[in-house]
């Protein structure tokens, strides 16, 4: 569904409700981007939309489920660089010298992948994307109908909570996993490495990571491991540490 409204600022405001599945770039345009009125989800789970809109300054969010305020979350979507193509015989097109042809877009581009939290208002610029989420546990399963404001646009979505349920992350049989690095936490985030702070910081990705259901974590031995002379020493508390994490 795509709306055009007013904004109380007086700028002219157009919104779409977006499938999470679907790739959205800084370049999409509203109207040729494909209308999401129905959605589909199962209990135990996180259901979520994206948002596409066009819009200059603050913008708020507000979200209800058949006509009652819900707990839900707003992330906005931030673009980053694909700079090569993934190959089609290895990692990229870089390794292997051949054209993919089943890419979604020729590199570079950028496109809309990381989530940054929004407390307050979203400071649109143009062209923004958002995520709006919101558990289903404790949802009675059937038909139900969703409201989004952003900002003088309504967002109406037809949601079916199915009875179904996800099982716990813990307990999924497919291994899942994504590559992280320990280290770079700490360079990113100009943390000391291997200090509370920086412990703190791998804690808080490690949630995220569970939060997107990824329950197989790889474990650098060298990061927990030093040489005193000819012996190899093992730090032992560092990685119960990471380990328990």
Not at 131 to 158: M, N
Not at 159 to 173: F, K, M, Q
Not at 196 to 224: C, L, P, S
């Amino acid at each position: 569904m795509v709306i055009a409204a007013m904004l109380s600022a007086g700028a002219l405001m157009n919104a779409v409700l977006v499938d999470e599945l679907l790739p959205l770039y800084p370049d999409s345009v509203i109207g040729e981007v494909p209308a999401l009125t129905v959605l589909d989800s199962a209990r135990d789970s996180i259901a979520g939309v994206h948002v596409l809109l066009e819009a200059s300054g603050p913008v708020k969010v507000s979200f209800s489920i058949d006509g009652r305020e819900a707990a839900y979350k707003v992330e906005q979507l931030i673009d980053v660089p694909v700079e090569v193509n993934t190959g089609i015989v290895t990692r990229t097109e870089n390794y292997d010298g051949k054209k993919n042809p089943h890419v979604i877009r020729r590199a570079p581009f950028r496109i809309y992948e990381a989530y940054k939290p929004i407390m307050g208002a979203v400071d649109a610029d143009g062209t923004t994307a958002l995520r709006v989420s919101w558990p289903t546990d404790g949802l009675t399963p059937g038909d139900h109908k969703v409201v989004i404001f952003v900002g003088g646009a309504r967002l109406d979505l037809d949601w079916t909570l199915h009875s179904v349920r996800i099982p716990p992350t813990e307990l999924g049989r497919l291994r899942y996993t994504n590559w992280f690095s320990a280290p770079a936490m700490a360079k990113d985030h100009n943390l000391e490495p291997w200090s509370d702070a920086h412990w703190a910081m791998i804690k808080k990705y490690a949630e995220i990571m569970a939060a997107g259901r990824q329950n197989t974590f790889i474990v650098h031995w060298t990061h927990f491991m030093s040489r005193n002379g000819d012996d190899l020493v093992l730090d032992k508390a560092g990685l119960k540490r990471y380990i328990q994490i």
